[in-house]
């Protein structure tokens, strides 16, 4: 009888300590998760180790003109003819390739295949293909721009922004924002705000007037005309944009300061991005999640700090079924504590290398050919610069759950065993048997 009970109570202790190893392990990332990915440090750290602030400029201007923005067309010439097409050229091209190849070419969800181009190019030469509202410009300025930042450079951009935006004022704005984002998520404050201080202040300044004349000296040079507009003075409404002799430059930079404070006066003094809740407004939805996304990351944030209460609970059970003497509670602790520390360093140690092969693997292929490869790289070190901040927030932990584990582990065995029933009122259920 004596045996039974203890088989019975070390399997039962065991199935907890099972447990508690799995439940240790889950904890311990969502633990992390809940410190580290909720903590606006992390992402302001990782932009500061990756220098954006000072590359923002660059990526932005090769953006802006990549030649997919500037001409959309020339990545899917037939998407740009559905759009827009006459009805007869409509007809035709549904004829041609079927309504759901149509649709589905039409919304931009795919690129048509060669036959699909084949057996649409007799109805765009029988009815012509559409042609865009306005022609894109030679470097790639998008479309929709007006005409003056459509003759912007790469390079012009970067210059443009580096004036609006120093890195120390975007670093300023971005950190406050980022703060205030986090703050919200937590339910520390009911809205998000970006502050346009730093903006207006540089338009007022010097940097102002650096501004424009970086603006007229990417466009053409100015004609007679222009130049007599000039001359008898600009409003925000007829500012002509056109490149003047310097001379006329130096003359102008009174009227410039001018049309620039008036410009100013418009701006408003902050953004909000997240605007607080009306008076009297209630949390949508019923339950422990409801419907209101906030309430839901908050209760889910819950949920991951108090998640470390569960394998603590397992550890308990596994004490009341098998601890039964110091020997016993150092190999009953130490094991599953070794196992989770051994586990979880495990998984540490290889977030970084699988989120670089999954990258290649899964994200590389989906990345749209019409954004720079510059751009997708800068992406992939940032977010690899936060997962292995992440990673190290793991490491640390497990190192020390494997450490104290290994050494109950390994005390136990200095330690004689002792002759105590195994099972807790086992000796009085005997004598009363």
């Known amino acids: ?40 440090r992390l992402y302001k750290n990782a932009l500061v180790q990756q220098n954006i602030y000072e590359r923002l400029p660059e990526i932005v201007g090769l953006a802006l003109t990549n030649s997919f923005v500037g001409n959309p067309c020339s990545q899917n010439q037939l998407a740009c003819s559905i759009d827009g097409a006459s009805p007869e050229l409509k007809a035709c091209l549904i004829s041609a390739m079927g309504s759901a190849a149509f649709e589905a070419i039409g919304s931009g969800n795919r690129k048509p295949t060669d036959q699909e181009l084949q057996l649409a190019q007799p109805c765009l030469e029988q009815y012509g293909a559409p042609q865009p509202s306005s022609p894109p410009s030679g470097n790639g300025a998008a479309v929709g721009m007006p005409p003056f930042m ?4 790469a390079a012009n951009w970067q210059a443009i922004l580096t004036i609006l ?41 010097p940097g102002g007037i650096d501004l424009i004349l970086q603006l007229l000296n990417s466009q053409p040079p100015c004609t007679s005309q222009e130049l007599t507009q000039m001359a008898n003075g600009m409003s925000t409404d007829d500012f002509v ?14 009227q410039f300061q001018s049309i620039l404070n008036s410009v100013v006066q418009q701006i408003p003094d902050v953004i909000t991005l997240i605007k607080p809740p009306a008076p009297g407004t209630t949390s949508l939805g019923n339950g422990p999640f409801g419907a209101d996304p906030t309430s839901t990351f908050r209760t889910l944030r819950l ?3 108090v998640s470390l209460l569960i394998p603590f609970a397992f550890l308990l059970l596994v004490t009341l079924f098998a601890v039964r003497s110091l020997k016993s509670w150092m190999r009953w602790w130490g094991i599953p504590i070794f196992i989770s520390g051994a586990v979880a360093l495990g998984i540490g140690l290889l977030i970084l290398p699988g989120f670089n092969a999954a990258w290649t693997a ?51 065995t200095f330690i004689k065993s002792q002759t105590t029933p195994d099972v807790p009122g086992e000796s009085s259920l005997t004598h009363a048997i």
């Open 1 to 40: 009888m004596r045996k039974f009970f203890t088989v019975i109570a070390r399997i039962i202790a065991a199935l907890f300590a099972i447990l508690f190893v799995v439940t240790l392990i889950l904890a311990i990332l969502l633990t992390t998760l809940n410190q580290q990915m909720f903590n606006a």
């Open 150 to 153: 459509q003759n912007l450079t």
């Open 165 to 205: 935006l120093p890195p120390d004022n975007l670093k300023t704005m971005t950190e406050s924002t980022l703060d205030q984002l986090f703050a919200y998520l937590n339910g520390q404050t009911n809205t998000v705000t970006v502050s346009l201080d730093k903006l207006k202040g540089t338009l007022k300044g």
């Open 241 to 254: 944009f056109c490149k003047p002799p310097q001379d006329v430059l130096t003359a102008l930079a009174p």
């Open 303 to 305: 949920i991951m700090r």
């Open 362 to 412: 899964f994200i590389v292929p989906r990345i749209p050919p019409f954004i720079p490869a510059d751009i997708a790289g800068i992406g992939q070190e940032l977010v690899r610069t936060i997962i292995h901040s992440l990673s190290g927030s793991i490491i640390l932990p497990a190192i020390f759950l494997l450490v104290v584990g290994l050494a109950a582990w390994i005390g136990s």
